[in-house]
């Protein structure tokens, strides 16, 4: 398996700009939403009533988003491993494996949620059943799974090939961190400064006169740090189902 080569093309395929746009374009609207509701936070929180209304507005917000994002991602893997269709056979493909993108997302979630309880020991068997469920989406895109048919399939290639089921994660992680982390520096920077000069004297209001006086250094530092999670978020999709269908290439031997 051809690591460098792996890399090389996924970084290539991840700064195509209408590559991360997909996933920008979602990310950017979730995050002026969730903007308009920290800038009206005091009439939010001014009665009952406008909290739980503000309860139901970041719900409704985290669903639709929740399910749009199951939908683009499904269709970047499969414009990872047919680079030379359109895009929009990739929506298309991603929509009419819609359900069982959905149902093995739901399952998988709520399998992590229940392991991640257990006390002590809940976190290292989330990230050890979230190694099991790496290639849900590759499974159900490239060979047309069933949502159980992929996560068994997902399963059993990490009980043969844990070790490099493991070596991708920790890489792919650590890469796309390093490149969030560089994206951030400027709201990083950003937050420092107000934190800085703040005291821990009517914080909120403080905070709210911050936003309202840095609102435009605020929304570039925002949009270059959605850019850069986009990058690594299509840079980890392509990643994965190369090294997926090289897996399958070798028939996990």
């Not at 195509?16 to 939010?44: E, G």
């Amino acid at each position: 398996m051809n690591w460098k080569n792996i890399l090389k093309r996924s970084f290539i395929f991840s700064l195509n700009p209408k590559r991360w746009c997909q996933p920008f374009l979602l990310d950017s609207a979730f995050c002026f939403i969730l903007l308009f509701y920290v800038l009206n936070l005091k009439y939010f929180l001014s009665s009952f009533l406008n909290a739980v209304l503000l309860l139901f507005l970041f719900f409704i917000t985290i669903l639709f988003y929740t399910l749009l994002n199951i939908w683009i991602n499904g269709a970047i893997v499969y414009q990872s491993y047919r680079e030379k269709k359109r895009i929009g056979e990739g929506y298309k493909e991603s929509g009419k494996k819609y359900l069982s993108l959905l149902a093995s997302s739901i399952i998988a979630g709520i399998i992590l949620g229940l392991i991640g309880i257990i006390p002590y020991i809940g976190f290292v068997l989330s990230i050890l059943f979230s190694l099991a469920f790496f290639f849900i989406y590759q499974g159900i895109i490239t060979r047309n799974l069933k949502f159980d048919e992929t996560l068994r399939h997902s399963v059993e290639i990490f009980k043969k090939r844990w070790d490099l089921v493991f070596a991708i994660w920790f890489v792919l992680a650590l890469i796309c961190f390093i490149v969030s982390l560089i994206f951030s520096t400027p709201l990083i920077l950003l937050l420092f400064k107000f934190l800085t000069k703040s005291g821990s004297k009517d914080f909120m209001n403080l905070f709210q006169e911050f936003i309202n006086l840095n609102m435009a250094s605020l929304i570039i530092s925002e949009i270059i740090l959605l850019v850069g999670i986009s990058i690594s978020k299509v840079f980890s999709i392509k990643a994965k189902t190369e090294f997926y269908l090289q897996i399958m290439k070798k028939k996990i031997k």
